[in-house]
């Protein structure tokens, strides 16, 4: 067991998984992350390197995964806002790499040193196009370490940029944790044919096609224009249909193995509260609370944001009477519960941008409103 802050668990986890290459450029409440890497990384052989700015950083990473390191960077919501074009380009080239957006209040630099959860929307919808995305919510400090291993198996596994998107108090709070003594690493597919018979965008035989690195002989092109199995641009409209769609496809596939909730006394719950990062903590402290009262009350922590857990919602919205989705914003992922529970349930929201994190008080009072007969919110 360790006393360990939640960046500093972002680090372990990476350094854990293979990371080897970060690229970053210094931001609150990120830069813990940066500080340790430019220590450790070195110490196992990897990389680092002060970029001039986000957008170089990302440019960077992209460059090292290429290359066939695991790589990652990490920042906040203005630096994740510079990032938005060359996070497209890897999304096209499937590219796969990490990114930590620690999110802060905004708009613009808005409240560098408290949480915020303004950047959901940002994390699925930033780049332009249509693409998937697979973004990860820690609600712990266990969890930054914990789901850093996951996303960059999950980039690996793949071939795409993955998001860990923790808020600021999880990144700087401080918890005693228990590190697995072993966990789980993933690498990329390599390729099984020789260097003139390899395509890196061949998804004949499974959508996730393997990566070469540079250097290795394989020889291809790499290019943010939509492509043909070599990689070479075109606009043959069978062949952009191919590229875009598959980007889409290969997470369908897979997308139970994606995404993770963890659910807590949904079986009889009435009233089910919905939440990510730290308002996870509040939430679950909220129904267990509200279960000591007698109420039937149930949780969801969202590990998983995107892709989003429309059958789950479905199924809780069948049976309960209301589902409370506590954001620190005006109303982000609210929006896709209603859009899963189409009128068949309450969907509440509860919205704070103060700068201050929401109380299991709020949410216990909901619940309370919520659980007596006829009540609403």
């Known amino acids: 067991m360790v006393l ?7 680090t372990r986890g990476a350094l854990d998984a293979g990371v080897r290459f970060f690229a970053g450029y210094p931001i609150t409440p990120s830069t813990e992350i940066a500080e340790i890497m430019s220590v450790e990384l070195p110490k196992v052989g990897g990389k680092f390197l002060q970029m001039e700015d986000e957008i ?6 992209i460059g090292a995964s290429l290359t066939g390191l695991k790589a990652m960077t990490a920042t906040s919501g203005p630096g994740f806002s510079l990032m938005q074009e060359n996070l497209g380009y890897a999304y096209m080239t499937e590219v796969p790499c990490l990114v930590v957006n620690v999110m802060r209040g905004g708009p613009s630099t808005g409240l560098p040193t408290h949480p915020s959860q303004g950047d959901v929307m940002q994390a699925r919808w930033g780049t332009h196009g249509d693409h998937p995305a697979i973004v990860l919510a820690p609600s712990s400090v266990l969890d930054c370490y914990v789901l850093t291993v996951r996303a960059i198996n999950l980039a690996e596994r793949f071939r795409t940029p993955v998001i860990l998107l923790p808020d600021e108090v999880v990144a700087h709070m401080r918890e005693d944790v228990t590190l697995p003594e072993k966990v789980d ?6 390729p099984h044919v020789p260097p003139e018979w390899y395509y890196p965008y061949d998804d004949s035989t499974t959508d996730v096609a393997p990566l070469a690195p540079f250097g290795t002989g394989f020889r291809f092109h790499v290019t943010g224009l939509t492509h043909d199995r070599a ?14 769609r598959n980007l889409k496809r290969k997470m369908d596939r897979f997308r139970l193995e994606i995404i993770q909730v963890e659910r807590v006394h949904l079986a009889d719950a009435e009233v089910v509260v919905a939440a990510y990062g730290i308002c996870a903590r509040s939430a679950e402290a909220a129904v267990m609370q509200a279960r000591a009262q007698g109420y039937r009350a149930g949780f969801v922590n969202m590990k998983t944001i995107w892709p989003f857990c429309f059958k789950l919602v479905e199924r809780v919205a069948e049976s309960a009477k209301a589902i409370i989705v506590p954001e620190m914003n005006l109303g982000q992922l609210v929006r896709e519960f209603d859009r899963a ?12 941008v103060d700068g201050e994190a929401i109380t299991p008080r709020q949410i216990l009072d909901v619940i309370a409103e919520l659980a007596r007969p006829g009540g609403t919110a």
């Open 56 to 61: 170089g950083s990302l440019a960077a990473v």
């Open 231 to 244: 990689g070479f641009a075109t606009t043959v409209p069978a062949e952009v249909d191919r590229a875009v």
């Open 185 to 190: 690493v993933v690498d990329r597919e390599a």
């Open 341 to 352: 529970v189409c009128g068949r349930t309450q969907v509440v929201p509860i919205s704070r």
């Open 4 to 10: 360990m802050q939640g960046n500093e668990a972002i």
